[in-house]
């Protein structure tokens, strides 16, 4: 990758694109992690919503870091205002999770959940998309190829996984209607949830990687060793 003109607010704005790519590199596992806490354990209700709040926010905080970055480049900036809309809907409903496990059986909280579960999926889908208008503005031919091919990889993993969460819902009718007997509903229960594990987990372990080597390529080209 070439050198870099030591441009000051190049420069600035760079730095700041880098830093909102480690925010987001920490931000979605922590994020999945403390709200999964947040709604089945009681370990974090000592201090209650704050957890939640705290790594969504951070998803946030990166993607507002990275609005600095080539403001004139409008596909970028759309795809940026998407994916930072879907982190501010993820915050607001973040709270959620405390109080579904406060109140379990307030099927109004297990609906909000589920629109964060959609939610997120779709913020995961436009940040890949995010990830892809960068790496197809910085000048590094490697990054740009992988950037383009393993987002288009995560995209069709989370079409799949919305697919297959569609007809386990169709599964569950038809169980109800054919009255399977409990071995194979279990099997076929468990079966799902790997199914939904790897085709959820997948793109998320991906993206990660690929915030990753976004922002080493920053840094090697940019601030050389002071990384």
């Known amino acids: ?20 790519l480690s925010a987001l590199f920490w931000g979605l596992p922590a994020m999945l992690i403390v709200c999964a806490e947040t709604a089945k354990a009681d370990l974090l209700q ?6 939640a709040i705290l790594t969504n926010g951070l998803l946030l905080y990166g993607l507002w870091q990275m609005g600095d970055f080539q403001k004139q480049e409008r596909p970028w900036r759309d795809a940026l ?17 405390y109080w ?24 995961l889908y436009h940040l890949n998309i995010v990830i892809k208008q960068l790496g197809a ?18 995209r069709w993993m989370l079409m799949l996984w919305f697919a297959f969460v569609m007809a386990s819902i169709l599964a569950v009718h038809f169980n109800l209607q054919l009255d399977l007997d409990q071995l194979h509903w279990l099997w076929m229960e468990r079966l ?22 976004t922002k080493e390529v920053i840094f090697d080209a940019v601030f050389g060793s002071r990384h």
Do not use: C
Request: no cysteine.
């Open 1 to 20: 990758m070439p050198e870099i003109a030591p441009n000051p607010e190049l420069l600035r704005s760079l730095g700041r694109l880098a830093r909102g």
């Open 46 to 51: 000592p201090i209650e919503i704050v957890p």
């Open 81 to 97: 205002d998407r994916a930072k809309l879907l982190a501010l809907v993820n915050l607001g409903l973040s709270p959620f999770f």
């Open 100 to 123: 579904q496990n406060r109140m379990p059986d307030q099927l109004y909280f297990a609906a909000v959940i589920l629109l964060f579960v959609a939610s997120s999926l779709l913020f």
């Open 137 to 154: 503005m910085l000048p590094d031919e490697t990054l740009r190829h992988e950037t383009r091919d393993f987002t288009t990889f995560n």
């Open 192 to 213: 799902g949830v790997a199914i939904m594990l790897f085709l959820g987990l997948s793109p998320l372990a991906v993206t990660m990687a690929l915030l990753w080597k």
